[in-house]
C-alpha cells in the first residue's frame, strides 16, 4: 500500500495549480509534520503530471463521508478521485514497476475492465503516442498471461 496520496488542485489557471500543488506539497509532503501526525504524505501535482484520456473529468467519482468532514464535522468536504480505469492509463502510462503491479493486481481482481483501459488509451492525445502503445502491449500480454 502506498503511503502517499496525490492531490490536483483545480483553480482559474495552471499557474495557480502549480502554486496551489506546491502549497500542498511543503504542508503535507514527505517528511513533513503532517505525515509525522497522519501516517501517510500528499504530493501536490500539475495537470501535466499525469497522462489523462479524453472525458476524464466528466468521470470524476465524488468522495464525501464522515472522513471528508472539518474535525468538527461541518463542513463537509468533497474529494474528486479519478475513475478508476482512467487511474489505470495515467499509471501505465506512467511505465513504473510499482504502477504496472498496481494495474496488475487491480485486473487479477476483476476490479477494472481492461477493455475500457484499452479503448481510454485511444484517446489519448497523440503527444502520448509511445506511452499509450507501450501501455497497450503491457495490458494486451498481461490479459493472455491470465
Known amino acids: 500500500m502506498s503511503m502517499e496520496v496525490d492531490i490536483l488542485p ?15 506539497e511543503g504542508v503535507a509532503g514527505e517528511f513533513s509534520p503532517f505525515e509525522d501526525l497522519h501516517g501517510f504524505s500528499i504530493d501536490g501535482v500539475y495537470l501535466q503530471t499525469s497522462v489523462l484520456p479524453s472525458g476524464w473529468r466528466d468521470r470524476l467519482v465524488p468522495v464525501t463521508n464522515a472522513n471528508t468532514a472539518a474535525p468538527g464535522g461541518d463542513p463537509q ?11 489505470c492509463v495515467a499509471k501505465l502510462c506512467a511505465l513504473r ?25 485511444a484517446t489519448l492525445d497523440p503527444d502520448h503516442a509511445r506511452a499509450a502503445s507501450s501501455a497497450h502491449r503491457w495490458l494486451t500480454s498481461l490479459h493472455r498471461r491470465e
Not at 10 to 24: C, F, M, S, V
Not at 104 to 117: E, G
Request: glycine letters at 4%.
Open 10 to 24: 483545480i483553480a482559474a489557471d495552471n499557474d495557480e495549480t502549480a502554486r496551489l500543488a506546491d502549497l500542498i
Open 77 to 87: 468536504f468533497t474529494g474528486w478521485c479519478l475513475d478508476k480505469e482512467d487511474l
Open 97 to 121: 514497476e510499482k504502477d504496472r503491479n498496481f494495474v496488475a493486481a487491480l485486473v487479477r481482481a476483476d476490479l477494472v475492465d481492461t477493455h475500457v483501459i484499452l479503448g481510454r488509451l
